[in-house]
C-alpha cells in the first residue's frame, strides 16, 4: 500500500511541476539552440524527438480494459519527464528541468470486436497536437473471472505542430490490469515512433528532419473514489528516462 501511495504522492507532484513548465513553455528556446547548421541541428533534434515522443506516448493508457460497447470515456492525461535526456542539448541548454504535456482524450466502445476508439487534442502555447487511436481487447475479465488480468492492445498516430517544428508521432501498445475494486493496478509497454521537421527558424536549417522509435514502461495504479469517476497516478520508464504519468476523467 505504501508504494501503491508513494506512486500517486509522485504523480501529483508532477502534475504541479507540468503547470509550471507549461506556463513557461519548454520548448520556446528551440529556435534560440538549434543552430545555423543542418549538421549539427539534425543532431540535435533527434534525441529531442525522443523526449518529445515520450510524452506523448505516456498517455496512451491507464488500464488493460477495454470499454466494451457502449462504454464512454472523457478526461485529461497528463505526462512529465523529470529531465531531459543527456543528448538532448536544446532543452538542456536551455536550462529545462522536468518538462511535460497534458491532453485531453475521449474514448467510445464500438459494437465490434469490444474494440474502442480514442480522439485526443492539445493547443497550448503555439504547440497543437492532434491524434486517435483504437484499442482492442486481448483478455477480458468479468463477473466470475476476476481472478485474470485485463489486457488489451492499442495503436495511435498524432499529428503535431508548433512555432518551430511540426511532425508525427505513432506508437502500440500492450497494457493489463486488474479490474479489482477501488484500486486498479496496471503495467504496460509502448513503442513510440517520432519523426520531427524544422520549421520557422531559419533557411539554414528549415527542412531538417529527425526521426527515432523507442520504447516505454509505465507502471500505475487507478482511484476510482466515486461511481464513474477515477484518478490515475504512474511510474515510467520514457525511452530510459525517468517519467511520471497521471490524469482523472469519468468512465460511462
Do not use: W
Not at 502500440?172 to 520531427?196: E, N, Q, Y
Amino acid at each position: 500500500m505504501r508504494k501503491i501511495l508513494k506512486i500517486f504522492v509522485l504523480s501529483a507532484l508532477a502534475a504541479g511541476i507540468f503547470s509550471g513548465s507549461a506556463s513557461a513553455d519548454p520548448f520556446s528556446d528551440f529556435d534560440t539552440y538549434i543552430g545555423n547548421s543542418a549538421a549539427a541541428a539534425k543532431g540535435m533534434l533527434t534525441p529531442f524527438a525522443e523526449d518529445f515522443g515520450g510524452l506523448i506516448g505516456g498517455a496512451d493508457f491507464n488500464s488493460g480494459r477495454a470499454l466494451g460497447f457502449p462504454g464512454f470515456d472523457v478526461g485529461v492525461a497528463f505526462t512529465v519527464q523529470a529531465k531531459p535526456n543527456k543528448n538532448n542539448l536544446l532543452l538542456k541548454n536551455a536550462d529545462v528541468k522536468a518538462f511535460g504535456i497534458p491532453l485531453l482524450q475521449a474514448s467510445v466502445g464500438l459494437p465490434v470486436a469490444g474494440a474502442d476508439i480514442a480522439l485526443r487534442g492539445l493547443t497550448l502555447s503555439g504547440l497543437s497536437i492532434i491524434g486517435g487511436g483504437v484499442r482492442c481487447p486481448v483478455l477480458k475479465s468479468g463477473a466470475l473471472t476476476k481472478f485474470i488480468p485485463d489486457v488489451s492492445v492499442s495503436a495511435f498516430y498524432d499529428v503535431i505542430s508548433y512555432d518551430y517544428f511540426e511532425g508525427s508521432h505513432m506508437s502500440v501498445d500492450v497494457a493489463a490490469s486488474f479490474d479489482i475494486p477501488v484500486i486498479k493496478p496496471f503495467v504496460g509497454v509502448g513503442l513510440d515512433r517520432t519523426t520531427l521537421e524544422i520549421k520557422g527558424v531559419s533557411a539554414a536549417v528549415n527542412g531538417v528532419d529527425a526521426a527515432i522509435s523507442k520504447p516505454r514502461y509505465t507502471m500505475g495504479v487507478k482511484f476510482s473514489p466515486l461511481p464513474l469517476v477515477y484518478v490515475y497516478g504512474a511510474y515510467s520508464v520514457l525511452h530510459g528516462q525517468a517519467g511520471y504519468q497521471g490524469g482523472l476523467g469519468a468512465r460511462f
